[in-house]
């Protein structure tokens, strides 16, 4: 399909009539992909003769970047025009990432009850329910009957982000009860409302953090979540969609974070060169100047380098071991903590299974370490032994921290993915030097 629309983008004059025909029948966010692979006059172009009903829901789905090549173009009736037509939160999105001077002709250009929603939800904190929240939903009162409930959402759904779900409220928007559409349908169109409804609804307040919401869809199966303000009056609703890209957004940022990575909230093919560059020096400085300390330890020992050089070479074996048994069980623990499956209160269980596990990784590991280093440096068995205790060692102080770390980081309030992985780093590298050190010595007397 989207092949189909460049064809006839390509040809000249564009056919408005076939393109009206053919987008007809196409999912929106095919269009919006079409979209993608167009230069910037082409795409205003072709966005001018899109079907009026249709060009806002194209655009909600083209990226900022193309946004902004359209928004710039269009005169201001027209840019008006658009962001009337897109959901509030849809719109809120735009404005966030629009330079100050866009931002302004697009609110001088808007309706003022839609201006007015926009501002609201401005205010709210980043990452709240209260920002990604839209106040398109469909509302119901408690003594309506079915029917009534079914005139109204044919009244007023088409404008609204879903009609799946209805909330039922009084006369001071208080959040009451919510109702399905299902269960409306599956009602005596006699039957009240308040009746068939579901009393103990669960919702979230404009001030709770996003991802607190991501944890509601996930248990519940929901498609969308109520917001409600200090006095429980609704405010507006979250939708799976938004969630969506909520759970997307925070899990590259964890990503990211993991890695030594500055977060960035453009794509990598989107972001500069210098961008790029800028985020990813600041760790790599902190990770660089931490390795002194692994460097110092060394020219601590250096006498007993002196009298078995051998014993460098297996020096990076240890620390890479090390270091790769700390990111397993990180990764693990700062995931599960995510998920809501580990809590605080599991400490000494978490760090007592990581203690057994390490000692069986370490063992295995050792063994075959054992046999390799016998077998390569003639046979010298106390040369094996020490480096494989050494190993055993290495691997079980590793999981520790690894699992330590992330929990610490919680405790402080700190995020995890944040310092988890620079500090693991640089605490097993040290202590693996330690411990190698200090077993060659025991072992070998040197």
């Given amino acids: 399909m989207a092949r189909q629309i460049l064809e006839i983008i390509n040809e000249n004059p564009v056919n408005p009539v076939k393109l009206h025909e053919l987008t007809a029948k196409m999912n929106t966010v095919d269009i919006a992909d079409a979209f993608e692979l167009l230069d910037g006059e082409k795409i205003v172009q072709i966005f001018r003769l899109l079907p009026k009903d249709l060009a806002a829901d194209v655009f909600s789905y083209i990226t900022l970047e193309k946004q902004k090549v359209i928004v710039e173009t269009l005169t201001d009736t027209e840019v008006g025009k658009i962001v009337d037509d897109l959901f509030v939160d849809d719109a809120v999105d735009l404005i966030e990432e629009m330079p100050a001077n866009v931002v302004k002709r697009i609110l001088q250009n808007v309706s003022e009850d839609k201006r007015r929603i926009i501002n609201q939800l401005l205010q709210y904190p980043e990452d709240s329910a209260g920002s990604i929240m839209t106040v398109e939903y469909v509302a119901l009162r408690e003594d309506a009957t079915v029917r009534e409930a079914f005139d109204a959402i044919r009244a007023t759904g088409v404008d609204k982000e879903t009609i799946y779900t209805c909330y039922v409220l009084r006369r001071d928007k208080m959040l009451v009860g919510v109702v399905t559409a299902k269960k409306l349908m599956l009602s005596a169109p006699y039957e009240r409302v308040g009746d068939i409804m579901d009393r103990n609804p669960v919702f979230a307040h ?21 917001v409600v303000d200090r006095e429980q009056r609704l405010v507006g609703i979250v939708t799976v969609d938004d969630i969506i890209q909520v759970i997307e957004e925070e899990h590259t940022e964890d990503i990211e974070q993991m890695a030594a990575l500055s977060p960035s909230e453009e794509p990598y093919l989107q972001t500069t060169i210098v961008k790029l560059a800028m985020n990813r020096i600041p760790w790599l400085l902190v990770l660089m100047l931490s390795a002194t300390v692994t460097g110092s330890i060394i020219t601590r ?11 460098v070479a297996f020096i990076p074996m240890l620390m890479d071991t090390g270091g790769n048994a700390g990111a397993q069980v990180s990764t693990l623990i700062i995931r599960g903590m995510a998920l809501g499956e580990i809590r605080l209160g599991d400490f000494a269980k978490i760090v007592w299974r990581e203690v057994r596990v390490g000692m069986i990784c370490g063992a295995v590991l050792g063994a075959v370490n054992f046999v390799r280093v016998y077998l390569m440096n003639d046979r ?18 590793a999981k520790t921290v690894g699992c330590l770390f992330p929990i610490i980081a919680k405790k402080l309030k700190v995020d995890p993915a944040v310092v988890v992985s620079p500090f693991i780093t640089t605490f097993v590298d040290a202590v693996s030097l330690i411990v190698f050190f200090s077993i060659a010595r025991a072992i070998l007397h040197i």
């Fill in 206 to 226: 404009t001030t709770d953090d996003q991802e607190m919401i991501a944890g509601l869809f996930k248990k519940y199966g929901f498609l969308s979540v109520p």
């Fill in 380 to 397: 010298n068995a106390m040369l094996a032994l020490t480096v494989t205790f050494a190993l055993l060692m290495t691997v079980i102080v």
């Fill in 301 to 311: 020992f250096e006498d007993s380098l002196a009298v078995l050089p051998v014993l």
